[in-house]
């Protein structure tokens, strides 16, 4: 069993910054990739970065060049960096952890959520 606790969500203007932590109950970055997921008002759970074991990144093509996914092994954190930030990114966002060493995410793993952040840029 994992826990996973987001933090850090808010209101920022368009353009500003935004970090949402992502904290695990237990060491787990060896075996366990992890990514953020987000879902605005009647849109699907929309994937946004993802960290694999092997240590690759990869983002959507939406923010990609704004956002990034570092990772602190030491602290058990995730984070969302979130830059240049847009109102079309107000969303809740999720952390994710999944059981799976490949190097690409594998949505048939077993998984974990956060309970989610809510993320609104307006001016």
């Known amino acids: 069993q994992v826990q996973l606790v987001e933090s850090g969500g808010g209101l920022v203007q368009p353009g500003g910054s935004l970090r949402l932590p992502c904290a695990a109950s237990?060491?787990?970055?060896?075996?366990?990739?992890m990514g953020w997921y987000r879902q605005a008002p009647g849109n699907q759970r929309e994937l946004v970065a993802t960290?694999?074991?092997?240590?690759?990144?990869n983002y959507a093509d939406s923010v990609k060049g704004r956002f990034t996914i570092p990772r602190d092994d030491a602290k058990n954190a995730v984070y969302l960096q979130m830059n240049s930030l847009k109102p079309e990114d107000t969303a809740v966002y999720y952390c994710?952890?999944?059981?799976?060493?490949?190097?690409?995410?594998?949505?048939?793993?077993?998984?974990?959520w956060g309970q989610g952040t809510q993320v609104t840029v307006s001016s």
């Open positions: 994710n952890a999944r059981q799976s060493s490949r190097s690409t995410w594998d949505m048939t793993a077993q998984n974990y």
């Open positions: 237990r060491s787990i970055f060896s075996t366990y990739a």
């Open positions: 960290f694999t074991t092997g240590g690759s990144t």
